[in-house]
């Protein structure tokens, strides 16, 4: 399963990080080998630096595009 950007139109961070919380406890709890991939622009602190985790973290002052 893919989500690509969960926030849309104004989603509060509170939101985004239940949305996220619900995602990964219906996935630990889970009995088939599964993967689920989602994109979001305000990662829950309760996921981050976990295995949950995967690739670097982009914000304002560090951005996807590294130009110099």
Known sequence: MMFDN?????????????FQKLISNVSMNSEVKHQIIFTTSMLSPELKGTAAQVGP???KERKTLNIK
């Open 57 to 59: 973290e982009y914000s």
């Open 6 to 18: 969960i926030e849309d139109k104004g989603m509060r961070p509170e939101r985004s990080h239940n």
